[in-house]
């Protein structure tokens, strides 16, 4: 094995390595089974190789819906969700997924809000004005939301429901965007390493002397 070559296997798998230990707590193919509901869909997943595949074309429509996904006020049913919309994107699952982490009962609140407000101030571009919500507002929506005392206030809550979603809409394409093309500019830097490492080697093959040279060394 010649050095170029050592230099390239050795890169490869650094970067396996690397992406292996970004992907741990994620769902693979070997560990599908352990998460809940999916586990019941393993076999399935498995046998469709598109939703493990870090192709651009898998990864980037897996980035801009984990994005849209993740800002909805879906808690609690985004990782069923993002398995379909892995499946009928043909887009990779584990960047999906992964992305649903952003929600968490920490930023969860935030984000709605700010998802809510990006959907008032988009209506409001196009003619259609929307109140904010007040602190006393949200309280109110929230204990609802939380108890299931919908009452008189249903249509209100749907109201905020769809404002919030357009807001989401919006906020994850912009997102998305962002995400995808630093994802595009990094595959094609590595695509340009892996081809800079393979043009050595394929140099080092054509010169006058370099098979005889390394035949002397394994002889060595």
């Excluded at 650094?14 to 599908?32: C, D, E, G, Q």
């Excluded at 929307?130 to 109201?159: C, S, T, Y």
Aim: aromatic share 12%; hydrophobic share 50%; net charge positive.
């Amino acid at each position: 094995m010649t050095a170029e070559e050592s230099e390239f296997n050795k890169t490869k798998w650094r970067r396996i390595r690397r992406v292996k230990k970004w992907l741990r707590p994620l769902p693979r193919r070997a560990n599908i089974h352990r998460y809940p509901i999916l586990k019941f869909f393993s076999e399935a997943a498995r046998k469709r190789i598109y939703i493990w595949s870090f192709r651009v074309e898998n990864a980037v429509p897996a980035i801009y819906a984990g994005s849209i996904l993740t800002l909805m006020p879906i808690y609690g049913i985004q990782v069923p969700l993002a398995f379909l919309l892995a499946l009928v994107l043909r887009a990779n699952l584990p960047i999906l997924v992964g992305l649903q982490v952003v929600s968490n009962p920490l930023t969860v609140l935030p984000i709605w809000y700010a998802a809510y407000q990006i959907g008032r101030i988009f209506l409001g571009f196009v003619g259609i004005q929307v109140d904010p919500l007040n602190h006393q507002e949200v309280r109110l929506l929230l204990d609802n939301f939380i108890h299931g005392a919908w009452g008189n206030k249903f249509d209100n809550i749907a109201m905020v429901f769809g404002v919030t979603n357009l807001g989401a809409l919006v906020m994850g394409t912009f997102f998305g965007l962002i995400g995808s093309v630093i994802y595009r500019i990094v595959a094609n830097r590595t695509a340009a390493s892996y081809a800079l490492l393979r043009a050595k080697m394929n140099d080092h093959k054509s010169k006058p002397g370099a098979s005889a040279s390394s035949k002397d060394s394994i002889n060595d």
